[in-house]
């Protein structure tokens, strides 16, 4: 069994940066596939950027790249999203997910979730 926690949501005004973390705990967490979704009230969980259990691959949602960036620290099965140029339609709330294989952007394709954190961008 996976366990994830997410940490580092906040208020932050436009143009601001946060740093999300994700702890996984679990033997078999360290090989699996990492990836952090959003989602906004009144839709649907969308995908964001995930990360190789090695991370030599990353994958980006259009609507972050070059603003946002995954990166993994093996030593501590921790994930962690730093956001930059943050806007106001970043406002979500953020989970951490893991998949057992693959490098996909659909929810199925990850089988553990974290409770998410929520980060709100004021304009």
């Known amino acids: 069994q996976v366990q994830l926690v997410e940490s580092g949501g906040g208020l932050v005004q436009a143009g601001g940066s946060l740093r999300l973390s994700c702890v996984g705990s679990?033997?078999?967490?360290?090989?699996?596939?990492k990836g952090w979704f959003r989602q906004a009230p009144g839709k649907e969980r969308e995908f964001v950027a995930a990360?190789?259990?090695?991370?030599?691959?990353?994958y980006y949602a259009d609507s972050v790249k070059g603003r946002f960036t995954i990166s993994r620290d093996g030593a501590k099965d921790t994930v962690s999203l730093q956001m930059n140029s943050l806007k106001p339609e970043d406002t979500a709330v953020y989970y951490c997910?893991?998949?057992?294989?693959?490098?996909?952007?659909?929810?199925?394709?990850?089988?553990?979730w974290g409770q998410g954190t929520q980060v709100t961008v004021s304009s």
């Open positions: 679990g033997r078999t967490f360290s090989t699996y596939t």
């Open positions: 997910a893991a998949a057992r294989a693959g490098l996909g952007s659909g929810v199925s394709s990850y089988d553990y």
């Open positions: 990360i190789t259990w090695r991370g030599a691959s990353t």
